[in-house]
């Protein structure tokens, strides 16, 4: 399907936006199958979905169905500066009833091989228990949401340009050691589980991120060698949430 590309005048504006678009998946989902699977990036994306903690948001949703994923984590401890658990513990996951176990943290002391392994593992499980679904295509995990961000290179999750872990066909999650991006180590859901969601969104915004937006979507997007960015085609819908910067080379 033809991916949505939704463009604000700020800020502010695709984080309004953005809540209003969650709010209404979460309620869909929870209807429709009684729980609502959520994978969380880190970096910036937090910031941007600061609205669901803002009335009318924070007080209608059910946070007891909400399921939380990490598409990527970094292997350190979870209460590490650099851990994507802490961040999204303290900018989100902490202001919301969402039950404990209802959160997915990587398991510390891990090595990197380990801790993808374990965490695949961990997913296969759920989707035997019938907590997750399954995409009847690919066989993989599939989630409701994913919130995918993208770094100035054109990364996501931690599928970085030249690792080879982009074309990976058969982990759901793998690792590299190397990350351009500190910390080195860190793992990471692989495109077939990435493509597998029902819903994703491309959440994008700050200048710093246009040249990599306009490789992606502009007129000659289809030239070249592709960026991970590009990769993203799930099964179900994408939808783009860029602001005015990250559109400003369109
Ligand atoms: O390293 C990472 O980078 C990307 C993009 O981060 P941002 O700070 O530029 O928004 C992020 O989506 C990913 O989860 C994270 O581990």
Known sequence: MAPKILRFQSEEATAIALAKYIANLSAKSIANHGSFSVVLSGGTLFDTTRKLLE???????????????????????????DS??????????????????????????????????????RLKQ??????????????????????????????????????????????????ITDSPKPPPPRITFTFPLINSASEIALVVVGEEKADAVKVALGEHASYG??????????????TWFLDNGATSRL
């Open 84 to 121: 994507n658990y802490k961040l999204a513990y303290d900018g989100f996951l902490s202001k919301v009833p969402i039950p404990e176990s209802n959160i997915y943290p990587i398991k510390e002391n891990l090595s990197p091989e380990e801790a993808a392994e374990e965490y695949e593992q």
């Open 126 to 175: 759920l989707v035997a228990n019938g907590t997750l679904k399954t995409s009847p295509v690919t066989g993989f995990a599939k989630f409701d949401l994913m919130l995918v961000g993208m770094g100035p290179d054109g990364h996501v999750a931690s599928l970085f340009c030249w690792h080879f872990q982009r074309f990976e066909k058969q982990k759901w999650v793998t690792f």
């Open 225 to 238: 060698y592709p960026l991970p960015v590009q990769k993203v085609s799930p099964e179900g819908n994408l």
């Open 55 to 81: 009335a009318p948001y924070i007080g209608s949703i059910d946070w007891s169905k909400w399921l939380i994923f990490f598409l990527d984590e970094r292997v350190v401890p979870l209460d590490h500066p």
